[in-house]
């Protein structure tokens, strides 16, 4: 008797355990957020965060991949490849035309010199560049920086040969003369200078023109809004443990984009943690995003890139720019 109580005992407490355990909502393991970025050092404390755990850390899954083509990268996110992408302003108003449906909602970097025309030894000055050819990655960003350029000198674009050229290009295009200048950056630009090259022009002299941001498609901000702020949460760790460790910065960026570590130089980056990324998004900022984007869409429409004005007052969400818990490194 006293087996059979034994035995109905043990059946009762599995059941109840099974019944308790059944009584717990099922957790859907969510897929990694998919998120691109070119080889630009500005993209460091994105990488840290990745390899760091930072991001698991927060909460969210993140899979990183580097392009090399800024054109393969906006044709992957359109394709559907990515859920998000590092890219600049300019970059975001031409994308968004084709893409309405996407949002930044962080701003990485300003680049405070990063950005460089470099040009062979015999072009001394910006109007020595009169009837050259000067290579830029056209249609981008870096039509309008080129552009800028020219006309701090009252020149045009009309005084050149534009000539659409990748800045990872413009080493070899300048050593083989296919264009006397170009705007590139590093790794690319060490590479230019050991050629002969020099530095004619830097976006240290257009300040607040050139942003990096990270961008979503709208789908996913309104379907995983949690995971967008763990990834905002994961990036500013990242810059944190970048600010306590260079030199580990600069090793873990090596070994991502697989370029040297000799070549790797945060000079001229600006990278915008949480105050300075909500003052981008205030409206009576100076450096409102807002105004500046409206200055690159301006350029676009007369260009000829784009046919119609992206809505810039739904092209930014800074809803996910809120202090995190702790930022230790």
């Known amino acids: 008797m006293s087996k059979l109580l034994n035995y109905i005992c043990i059946f009762i407490t599995c059941w109840l355990l099974f019944a308790c355990q059944s009584s717990q909502p099922l957790k859907v393991k969510r897929p990694p957020l998919k998120v691109s970025c070119v080889p630009f050092v500005g993209y460091t404390p994105l990488i840290i965060a990745q390899e760091k755990g930072f991001f698991k850390v927060q ?31 300019g970059d975001l108003v031409i994308l968004s035309a084709t893409n309405p449906d996407m949002q930044a909602v962080m701003v990485l970097d300003e680049s405070t010199g990063a950005d460089v025309v470099v040009a062979q030894s015999n072009i001394k000055t910006i109007p020595n560049l009169k009837g050259k050819k000067l290579g830029a990655n056209l249609g981008s960003f870096s039509e309008v920086f080129v552009t800028e350029m020219l006309k701090a000198f009252k020149l045009t674009s009309d005084d050149v040969s534009l000539v659409k050229v990748e800045p990872l290009e413009v080493p070899n295009r300048l050593q083989n003369n296919a264009i006397q200048a170009g705007h590139t950056w590093e790794p690319y630009l060490s590479e230019a200078l050991k050629l002969g090259a020099h530095i004619l022009f830097t976006s240290k002299q257009t300040p ?5 941001l990270v961008a979503f498609r709208g789908e996913v901000i309104r379907d995983r809004p949690e995971d967008i702020r763990a990834f905002v949460r994961g990036w500013l760790q990242g810059l944190s443990y970048l600010e306590a460790h260079i030199p580990e910065g600069k090793e873990i960026v090596s070994k991502a984009f697989k370029i040297p570590i000799k070549t790797i130089s945060f000079d001229g980056i600006d990278f915008t943690e949480l105050t300075k990324n909500q003052k981008f998004f205030q409206s009576d900022s100076p450096n409102y995003i807002s105004t500046t984007a409206k200055k690159y869409a301006d350029f676009f429409i007369r260009a000829g890139n784009v046919t119609r004005l992206p809505n810039l007052e739904t092209l930014f969400n800074s809803s996910f720019l809120t202090p995190p818990p702790s930022l230790k490194p």
Request: hydrophobic fraction near 40%; aromatic fraction near 12%.
């Open 208 to 212: 607040g023109l050139i942003l990096d």
């Open 59 to 89: 909460g969210v899954e993140v899979e990183l991949s580097y392009v090399d083509y800024s054109q393969l990268q906006d044709a992957d996110f359109s394709a559907g490849k990515y859920d998000g992408m590092g890219l600049t302003l």
